[in-house]
């Protein structure tokens, strides 16, 4: 069993920033790739960014040049630094970990940028 807790998320205004984390733990040897996925209001869950194992990041075009992505392998833990915040990148973002071919999914954390 893996399980997958975000943490983070809140209420900012237009041009601020967030901290998003994703901590794994269970019976975890590697990671070999997590991800950090968006739900916005009545939209399907869109891929923001994720980073494998040697730390090679990929985000969608959206949020490039405004967030990053890593993680801290001994943790078992993924981050989302989110800058410029724009009223459209509110969602709840979901923490996804890939291991074996399997998928595990947080529970998700809201993020809520007010114009």
């Known amino acids: 069993q893996v399980q997958l807790v975000e943490s983070g998320g809140g209420l900012v205004q237009a041009g601020g920033s967030l901290r998003l984390s994703c901590a794994a733990s269970?019976?975890?040897?590697?990671?070999?790739?997590m991800g950090w996925y968006r739900q916005a209001p009545g939209k399907l869950r869109d891929l923001v960014a994720r980073v494998f194992t040697t730390g090679v990041p990929n985000y969608a075009d959206s949020v490039k040049g405004r967030f990053t992505i890593s993680r801290d392998n001994a943790k078992n833990t993924a981050y989302l630094q989110m800058n410029s915040l724009q009223p459209e990148d509110t969602g709840v973002y979901y923490c996804?970990?890939?291991?074996?071919?399997?998928?595990?999914w947080g529970k998700g954390t809201l993020v809520t940028v007010s114009s």
């Open positions: 269970g019976r975890i040897f590697s990671i070999p790739v």
């Open positions: 996804k970990a890939t291991i074996g071919g399997l998928e595990y």
